[in-house]
Each structure stands twice: as C-alpha cells, then as structure tokens.
C-alpha cells in the first residue's frame, strides 16, 4: 500500500539485558522467575516460549517496571534500568487484553502516551497519523474501541505501544484473543511493523508454531528458568534438554546405554532398536542416554523376510489429512512411538501391520545432558527432573 513512511531507528538502541532476573511474590511458596540472564540485540524479535504458570508474563512485566524484582538487573543499551519508573524506561507494551479505553476514539487511544509526555499539538496529530498508517488503521481514526473487532483493537493497542518511539516493544500473548485465521494474519502484520520499525521486541508465548515461525531468537522457559536460547532450528532440530525436545514440536524421547564417542558423536545402544550414532549432548560410556527421535522422521516399510531392520507393530493409525499419525510398538515389548508419514504417494498400513521403521543418521539427537562427572547413581534423578 505505500502508507508506511517512517523512520526506522532499528540499530540505534534497545539492546536488552537481563542479568539474574528473579521474582518471588510475597505471601507465595516458591519462586515464580528464577534467575533470568538473556541478552536480545537491537532491532531483533525474541519469543518467550512456556507452558502457563511458568513465569512468563512475570518476566516481561519486570522488564516493562510493572512488577519489581526480587533479584537481578535490567539494562538497555547498558543503562541499568531495573529500578526506574515503567514512563522513564522507553517501552512500549501490549497486554493479552489490549487494555485500551472504550470510551476514546481510535486516535485518542493512540494519542494518549504522547499527550503524557506533553508532545506539541502539530507533532503529535503527525505521529499518531503514521502510526495509524503503519498499523493500516487509517480509515477508522474517528471509530470507537467498542465498534472494532478483536483484529482491529490489537492494531490499535499494537500503534499505542508504538507511537512513543519505544528502545523496546513488549507483547505478551498478543495473538491469543485472536481466531485462528486472524491469528496467522497478525503474525505476519506483527513481523512486517517490527521489520519497519527496527524496534527490539519481545514477546511472549505458548505456542510454538508462534516463536518458532515470528521469531528470530526463542526463549524456552520452564518452572521460572530458561532451558535453552536459540534461532528457531535451534531449538526444534538441536534441543538441549528433553522438557525443550518435548514442548517444542512432538518428540519421542528413548532411554538407551550410551558406548563409545565417535567424534561429536556417540553411539547409543536402543533397545529393540539397535545402535544409533547421535550427535548432541555428550554421555559418558555406559551411562543412560536420552534420544530424541522425531514422529516425522521415522520411516515405515512393510515388515520383509530376511531384512534386519528394527521391527514393530502399528497399534493405530490417524489419518488427518495430510499426514497418517502412528503408534508403532517396537519388537513385542518395546517402547511404543509416534509415527508420522505423509498421505498420498505412501503406503499406509492398518493396526496389526507389521513394519519396519528406519530413518536417515542425521534424525537422531542426544538431548540428555547427563554430566560426564557425576557418578552412575545420579544418572537419573537428574534426567528426571528436567523432564
Ligand atoms: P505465565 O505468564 O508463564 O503463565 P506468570 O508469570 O503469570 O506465568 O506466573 C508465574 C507464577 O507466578 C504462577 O505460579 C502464578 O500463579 C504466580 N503469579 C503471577 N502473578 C502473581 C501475583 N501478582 N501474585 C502472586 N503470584 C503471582
Ligand atoms: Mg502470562
């Protein structure tokens, strides 16, 4: 459309820090935030990626001044921030429930951060039409809150939060009030005004198709800690930690015996399934392995005489459309995984079938991190609690 004339100050602030950031509320057992370091460069979208409850909204809110932390700084552009006041921070923040006034117009909604800053008249009726423009809401200046619909209020609430120019944009949850169409197309909206602004922006999540597909970094957090901080094929193709391999993107997580390393490799011994050579976390010889094999990546074939494959036995099938999910018990008594094949070309098989399952080297992950220096019996307590 060509209505997007705006500055673009990305590369000239907002590098955020977090350092230790940590929140207990008083009267509660137990910390909700514990221990954030995070660093997201300037002009970059990070995603904070979690299952409700695990600290996500407390950490953007700290950030944003709106909550004070317990422990920890926050810094942009190396100022430490952590205990100015949320209108001395240059932030700008949009709530799951837009928080925006109803009984305002769409321009006066926007206005409303510049008329608390005392911006002059003539600059802020400019700044409020570019940021209508930029958020496509042109047309509906002079509408009420109450006659937009959910798409329209998080444009409005998405050009409030921008029209101060903010080192740093803060969404949490901004789609989820959304439908599934208006959502995907929200997506891409957010992205688009994040790349024209260059604004640092950080939002939060829990669902993955939403980090993995907007971000260019993620943050995946569980019980108020951050498991692992990577771009998005990171995080999916190379998860550190089996609670990452399973949250993000469907897994089947298998316990094997771990033998030699072979380079950045190791070989682990699956039972039923034979040895498998995986890269990713290193395990000492001997010790219990975690291996990570995605649905999508595992291959059926009609079980054959005389192949030496792993075998199993296809318990159910789903079809759903474009692709078959499985359940396929490995030998007689081994574990059972998920399975998932594209229709069409392939071979589907019904319950009873017998199959072999293959895969290419590379589909493989070790993700248990299990310290080369701890003794055996630790092993598993630790496996077990960060699954
Ligand atoms: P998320 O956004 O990931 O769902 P939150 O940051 O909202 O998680 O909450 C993290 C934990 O802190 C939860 O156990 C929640 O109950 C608790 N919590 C959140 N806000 C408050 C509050 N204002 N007072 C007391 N406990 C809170
Ligand atoms: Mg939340």
């Known amino acids: 459309m060509g209505d997007t004339a705006r500055r673009a100050p990305a590369g000239t602030a907002g590098h955020l820090v977090l350092d230790g950031l940590a929140k207990t509320y008083p009267g509660k ?14 002009g970059s979208m990070l995603a904070v990626l979690g299952p409700s409850g695990c600290g996500k909204s407390t950490t953007l809110r700290m950030i944003a001044g709106l909550v004070p932390p317990t422990a920890g700084t926050v810094r942009v552009d190396g100022r430490d921030i952590t205990d100015s006041p949320v209108h001395r921070r240059d932030m700008g923040v949009v709530f799951q429930s837009y928080a925006l006034f109803p009984h305002l117009d769409v321009a006066r909604n926007i206005a409303f951060g ?38 329209q209020q998080q444009r409005v609430a998405l050009a409030r939060a921008l029209v101060v120019e903010p080192a740093v944009l803060l969404l949490d949850e901004p789609l989820s009030n959304l439908d599934a169409r208006l959502r995907s197309a929200m997506r891409d909206e957010i992205c688009r005004i994040q790349r024209e602004t260059g604004v640092t922006t950080v939002f939060v999540t829990h669902d993955q198709q939403e980090a993995l597909s907007m971000a260019d970094r993620v943050a995946v957090m569980n019980h108020g800690r951050i498991e692992q901080v990577g771009t998005p094929e990171d995080i999916y193709e190379r998860p550190a930690r089996p609670f990452v391999a399973e949250f993000v993107g469907r897994a089947n997580l298998l316990d094997g015996t771990a033998g030699d390393p072979d380079g950045e490799r190791t070989s682990v011994e699956l039972p039923g399934l034979g040895t498998v050579s995986a890269a990713g976390a290193r395990v000492a010889r001997g010790r219990t392995a975690v291996v990570m094999l995605r649905p999508h990546r595992i291959a ?33 008594t081994g574990p059972v995984l998920d399975v998932e094949r594209p229709t069409g070309a392939q071979r589907s098989f019904g319950p009873g079938a017998e199959v072999e399952l293959s895969w290419d080297p590379e589909a493989p992950r070790l993700v248990a991190a299990v310290e080369d220096s701890e003794p055996a019996e630790a092993a598993e307590p630790v496996r077990e609690s960060l699954s």
């Not at 909700?32 to 660093?39: K, S, T, Y």
């Not at 008329?115 to 409020?128: Q, Y």
């Not at 494959?309 to 692709?323: N, P």
């Open 114 to 151: 510049l008329e608390m800053r005392k911006v002059p008249k003539t600059e802020l009726k400019r700044r409020v039409d570019d940021a209508l423009s930029l958020v496509r809401l042109g047309h509906l200046a002079g509408r009420r809150i109450a006659q937009l619909s959910g798409g």
């Open 300 to 332: 059926l074939t009609a079980a054959a005489p005389g192949t030496g494959g792993a075998r199993g036995t296809v318990l159910s099938a789903g079809y759903a459309g474009e692709t078959v999910a499985y359940r396929v018990r490995v030998g007689d």
């Open 29 to 42: 057992d137990g910390a909700a935030v514990r221990g954030i370091d995070l660093a997201v460069e300037r």
